[in-house]
């Protein structure tokens, strides 16, 4: 069975290799789901690893429904990563009422090629998923990224199992895989599953320190962007 780790740094990317992990998911930003990690990152992950590493092309949090703009930065991004000899995407995007924009995902499939393309956990917000894994592989996608539209995929389990059933592709189980509940992905004859295996560290003492979190942007149903009429408020107020 296939096990793919969800990294977030460098040190996440080859404590996973040594780890005995077939692959990687390099990315950002965990707590959001994680977004597309940084060209430095990007560039030092796949010189140093021998395993395969696979990109998450996501140009922000929130929900997957995609700007002109932020759809040319996915394309960008993609082309970076295939100049650096990236062995996958994992992206995708979706229309504001939450069927897959097979449109668009379909240029980022081709774009990515010849790449492995895996569509992301996106397919969790889709109402009739069964029925979009089936028109993604119409469009070359080669793995879906799922929790079988639960908040885990232990708790998705029986849907997994069902799609997998339904379709050639691989189905791989993410969202909450543990040590404790791994064995049970491939008892239901899923070939790959997707985990970060995270522990914290590195501690620093932050008494007294204000925070630097921002839980206004902590948001999935809107996107925050720079206002120009507060931008130039505040420019016109000590220009």
């Not at 889709?126 to 469009?139: N, R, S, Y």
Request: proline share 3%.
């Amino acid at each position: 069975m296939l096990v793919e780790v969800c990294a977030n740094s460098f040190e996440s990317a080859m404590n996973a290799q040594r780890a005995g992990a077939d692959r990687v998911e390099l990315c950002s930003e965990l707590g959001v789901g994680g977004i597309t990690p940084s060209a430095g990152l990007i560039q030092m992950v796949k010189s140093e690893l021998s395993i395969p590493v696979h990109v998450l092309v996501r140009p922000r949090g929130g929900h997957f429904t995609y700007s002109d703009m932020e759809f040319e930065v996915m394309k960008a991004d993609i082309l970076f990563c295939k100049s650096l000899g990236v062995n996958g995407i994992v992206s995708g995007v979706l229309h504001d009422d939450f069927s897959i924009d097979m449109e668009r995902t379909k240029v980022l499939v081709e774009l990515a090629g010849p790449m492995h393309f895996t569509f992301h956990r996106a397919l969790d917000w889709v109402a009739e998923p069964l029925e979009a894994i089936k028109q993604l592989g119409t469009i070359g996608v080669d793995t879906v990224l799922t929790s079988g539209g639960e908040t885990s995929a232990e708790k998705g389990i029986k849907k997994l199992e069902a799609w997998q059933r339904n379709t050639p592709m691989t189905i791989m189980a993410g969202g909450g895989v543990s040590p404790k509940n791994a064995t049970k992905f491939k008892d239901i004859g899923l070939r790959a599953i997707h985990c970060s295996g995270s522990s914290f560290g590195n501690r620093v003492d932050l008494m007294d320190k204000i925070t630097m979190n921002s839980t206004k942007h902590l948001v999935e149903n809107e996107v925050a962007v720079s206002d120009p009429i507060t931008v130039k408020a505040i420019v016109e107020a000590v220009k």
